[in-house]
């Protein structure tokens, strides 16, 4: 079945400074891609997400990019705040079917004032 | 605009006792519904999903079970809680099968001493 491999586990930055988080991912047929942030004793929450035929998206601050080559992609955060600090999941879906994602183990991300 | 619920925010029970948690969507008809288990500090691992009213698919092994009612309700139970029942139960929608697009509720922690 698909796993999804993120790294780094944890990551701490300046403020100002950019973050990049990268996932891993073994099903070939997989065409979704989203990135959620989970603060603490919450739901996570859809940040942004990507479909097989794009190779890059942003939105403000925030980027994707996959390479469907490699099965890799990765979650850019530029000019990062100190609100920028929780975990970030990202996911795949499962073959070419849209209702099941697996989920990478998540990356702490701490942004210092 | 569509919103989902989770209830309790926070459950402690003992070992053996049974489990009730429930899970609404607001403002979309016939979603995909999903329970999902967060252990602490670990990643998102799906136990159930559904498609439809009375339809239940269970992704693992379990102490637990799931019903879906109604088309906007899906329940998580379990008969006699075990220790390793503990965690963060998070419900998720997705609009339907032509949607990528999955949305988390605010979660239950669950505590069993």
């Known amino acids: 079945g698909e796993n999804v491999e993120q790294h780094p586990s944890t990551l701490s930055v300046q403020e100002g400074d950019s973050a990049v988080i990268k996932c891993t991912y073994s099903?070939?047929?997989?065409?979704?891609f989203p990135w959620y942030k989970q603060e603490l004793g919450k739901g996570p929450q859809l940040i942004i997400d990507i479909r097989s035929n794009v190779g890059e998206k942003k939105d403000q601050r925030i980027a994707v990019t996959l390479n469907k080559t490699a099965k890799h992609f990765s979650l850019h955060i530029t000019e990062t705040q100190p609100e920028d600090s929780a975990v970030y999941f990202c996911a795949a879906s499962l073959g070419t079917g849209f209702q099941k994602l697996v989920f990478g183990t998540g990356t702490r991300l701490l942004v210092s004032p | 605009s569509q919103t989902i619920h989770q209830w309790p925010a926070t459950l402690v029970q003992p070992v053996g006792s049974p489990l009730s948690l429930e899970c609404t969507v607001e403002?979309?008809?016939?979603?995909?519904l999903y329970w999902y288990r967060q252990a602490a500090g670990r990643g998102l691992q799906l136990l159930f999903y559904s498609v439809g009213i009375g339809q239940i698919s269970s992704e693992v092994p379990q102490n637990l079970s799931a019903s879906r009612p109604q088309d906007r309700q899906f329940i998580l139970s379990s008969k006699k809680l075990l220790l390793s029942d503990s965690g963060f139960y998070l419900c998720?929608?997705?609009?339907?099968?032509?949607?990528?697009?999955?949305?988390f509720g605010p979660g239950t922690r669950l505590t069993v001493l």
């Open positions: 403002g979309t008809s016939n979603p995909n």
């Open positions: 998720a929608w997705i609009f339907g099968t032509d949607y990528n697009e999955q949305f």
């Open positions: 099903d070939s047929a997989s065409n979704y």
